[in-house]
């Protein structure tokens, strides 16, 4: 398959991921005498004689103790302090940002101001395409005096003063668009720091707090009310419906995902737009279906049919996956679009094996997981080497 530049890109960062993995020790207890701070988003810092890792909700070392020192995972990355450079991390401690830096300060998007020496720059989580064939990370080269982020007439604005003085001043709201110019992947769901949840009922230490905060993040859910998310209620189909049709509005970049259509027949503008889409076919659910449970294999259908999945590039081999999943035989009803999910890091299974369970049903914090991997390059997961 053809790859375009910035599938290219994508495909190297998941290979780091892939190495970090490969590399990394069999889960052991945190070691005696270890510190184990707060949880967030399912890891927890973990200290020893001055060297910093994470542990799961197990107390299992998943990120080793070699840090000298990190922070916090938030949206699902980390900042991290190896041999005094700076670098970020996500949660299989794979490198999003190669610890290099002398500073690294987060803003919106998925940037960071970077100091390396005396040069001032701003770099990305995910790489883009380079105008040479390659890749990067850097989106403004480190050769500034100074660069920062400071409130001016009510807008956040970033502003990089180059050593002969010029300033160039971007609003922040403006770096979506330049990203998507860029090529970086995710421009349409960027990231916006301190924007996350309170719900009630999602604690730190749940497997979905990662891709509630993310999904909450980029704006693709939302509670049920009352400071609740409900993660365990299962989702209708006219619920996956409104999902995918604002998976596919973001992404598409029309005004759809901004609609608040209320009542008894609620889901209707999502229905016909999810038809006008070629999300679903027209008639593909009756007016009965809509207020039953989506099964899974009607939600991969659904969310593989969006114009986002269908643009991912495939970062597992699919072959494999059609060998792999097992209880869902080629050939049956909406086994592609499973595989497919699969192939691009979408989708994990229910367990160690792959497992689907195409006949169950589908909770909203798998809802959560599943649109949080397809707004966010950098969550996808690989299932093997290459």
């Known amino acids: 398959m053809r790859r ?3 599938a290219r890109a994508l495909a190297g960062l998941l290979t780091l991921a892939l190495c970090a993995a490969l590399l990394a020790l069999p889960a052991a207890a945190a070691p005696a005498g270890a510190t184990v701070w707060g949880y967030s988003e399912g890891l927890a810092q973990c200290e020893l004689n001055g060297k910093w890792g994470f542990v799961d909700v197990n107390r299992d070392v998943v990120i080793p103790l070699q840090y000298d020192s990190v922070v916090s995972f938030r949206l699902g990355i980390a900042a991290v302090n190896l041999n005094g450079k700076l670098g970020v991390i996500r949660q299989d401690g794979a490198y ?3 610890p290099e830096y002398d500073t690294l300060m987060p803003i919106d998007c998925g940037l960071y101001l970077a100091q390396k ?9 995910l790489p883009f395409p380079d105008g040479q064939g390659g890749s990067t990370n850097v989106l ?3 050769t500034y005096d100074s660069v920062r982020v400071a409130e001016q007439g ?18 922040v709201y403006d770096l979506p668009a330049i990203l998507a110019g860029r090529g970086v992947p995710s421009a349409q769901f960027p990231l916006t720091r301190n924007r996350l949840p309170a719900f009630s009922d999602v604690s730190p230490r749940d497997w979905y707090a990662l891709w509630v905060d993310i999904s909450y993040n980029v704006g693709l859910t939302s509670g049920v009310g009352g400071g609740r998310f409900a993660p365990e209620q299962i989702l209708t189909v006219a619920e996956a419906l409104k999902l995918a049709a604002t998976v596919e509005s973001r992404y598409r970049g029309d005004e759809f995902y901004q609609r608040t259509d209320t009542g008894a027949y609620w889901y209707l503008p999502a229905v016909e737009y999810c038809e006008s889409n070629r999300i679903i076919q027209p008639g593909a659910f009756s007016q009965e279906d809509y207020g039953r449970p989506i099964t899974r294999r009607e939600a991969a259908e659904l969310f593989a049919a969006t114009s986002l999945a269908q643009s991912l590039p495939e970062i597992n081999d699919l072959d494999r996956v059609r060998r792999s999943v097992p209880d869902v ?5 909406g086994a592609e679009a499973v595989y497919a999910l699969y192939a691009k890091g979408i989708l994990t299974g ?16 798998e809802a959560a997981a599943i649109v949080s991997r397809l707004a966010r390059a950098e969550q996808r997961v690989l299932l093997w080497g290459m």
């Open 350 to 365: 229910v367990d160690g094996g792959l497992t689907f369970h195409p006949g169950g049903t589908f909770s909203r914090a």
């Open 117 to 125: 020496g005396a040069g001032w720059g701003v770099v990305s989580i």
């Open 140 to 142: 403004y080269d480190l």
């Open 4 to 6: 375009t530049a910035g």
């Open 329 to 333: 035989p080629a050939g049956t009803a």
């Open 96 to 98: 999003l940002i190669q």
């Open 154 to 171: 009510g807008t956040q604005v970033l502003t990089l003063t180059a050593k002969d003085g010029t300033v160039t001043k971007i609003p």
